[in-house]
C-alpha cells in the first residue's frame, strides 16, 4: 500500500473538517477506521460523498481514508465531499470546471452564529408575558 500514489487534501463543513487521503483502488470508502455506511448511518450522507465521484466520472478508481474531525454526522458528510473535491484536482487539474459547475469546490460559509446578550440563543429573545 505504501508504495501507491495518495492523494490528499482538506475539507471543511460549519465545525467539521475532514483529512482525505485517495488512493488508487477500488472504490471503497473508510472513515475514521469504519466503513462510510458503517459510519455515515444514512443512505442520503452516503450519496452526498459520492457525488464528486460521479459528477467526474471516476467513481470506482480510488480508495477513500478519510479522518474526519469536530461537528457532527452531516457536517463531517460535507466537509468530506469537500475534501474528496480538493483531492480530485491534485489528480487531475482538468476536473476544475466540472467540479466548480456542481459547486462541490465552494467552502459552505455558513456556520452556527453566536449566542447575544439579553437573548436565548442568537436571535431567539426571552418569552415575554405580560403578567
Known sequence: MEDRVK??????RKNATAKVWLVS???????????MNEYLGR????TLVLQPFEAVNSGGQFDVIVQ?????IAGQAGAIRHGISKALLEVNEE?????????FL????RVKERKKY???RARRG????KR
Open 7 to 12: 492523494y490528499y487534501a482538506t475539507g471543511h
Open 25 to 35: 483502488g477500488t472504490g471503497n470508502v473508510t472513515i475514521n477506521g469504519k466503513p
Open 43 to 46: 443512505r442520503t450522507l452516503e
Open 68 to 72: 474526519a474531525l469536530g461537528g457532527g
Open 95 to 103: 476536473m476544475r470546471p466540472t467540479l466548480r459547475r456542481q459547486g
Open 106 to 109: 465552494t467552502r459552505d460559509p
Open 118 to 120: 439579553g437573548r436565548k
Open 126 to 129: 426571552f418569552q415575554f408575558s
